[in-house]
């Protein structure tokens, strides 16, 4: 799991670098930046935040087939260390959906729209995995026995905002099992 929490850290602070590059698209001329360079940056980053969201869902999902110990602290921590990049990204999506109001681009919308929930998710996602994952081996290697309180702090991980509660939720009941 230590691959793992290193991994979550690493794409939670690319994610960071990449929200400083969009601003400086956005703001080129205030700094005095190449815009051209800046682009190259912006792609390089949002290109290793995917690697990073690929590889902590594909290493997550390993992770039902090893032994590790709990990750649900480190989740949780990492999910509320990214509450304000999700805040942040939550008005870059919106103010690039605003663009897209022309009468001209109106039929883009649904895309720019569909495209910033689809990415957000993913980034969410690929946080939430390794407490699903734990959750999963536990279950499966009977180190904790089954409540039906599970459930719904399993789905939380999948809903936008009560991934949050769904994290705490879950840390709070596995950091009584062993």
């Known amino acids: 799991m230590k691959c793992g929490k290193v991994l979550l850290w690493l794409q939670l602070l690319f994610m960071y670098a990449l929200h400083v590059v969009i601003w400086l698209v956005v703001k080129p001329m205030e700094y005095e930046l190449d815009a051209k360079s800046v682009e190259i940056a912006f792609f390089v980053l949002a290109g290793i935040v995917a690697f990073f969201v690929i590889v902590n869902g594909f290493c997550a999902f390993l992770s039902v087939f090893k032994d590790h110990p709990n990750p649900t602290k ?42 910033g929930v689809v990415l957000t998710y993913f980034v969410m996602l690929s946080t939430s995995l390794y407490s699903i994952a734990y959750l999963i081996r536990g279950l499966k290697k009977q180190m904790f026995p089954f409540r039906p309180v599970y459930v719904p702090a399993a789905i939380f991980h999948f809903i936008f905002c009560l991934d949050v509660v769904g994290a705490l939720w879950l840390r709070l009941l596995l950091r009584k099992e062993k």
Do not use: E
């Open 74 to 115: 480190n989740t949780l921590i990492v999910k509320l260390a990214a509450i304000p990049w999700y805040a942040v990204n939550f008005y870059f999506w919106v103010g690039l959906a605003s663009g897209f109001l022309n009468p001209f681009l109106l039929i883009a919308l649904p895309l720019v729209i569909g495209l």
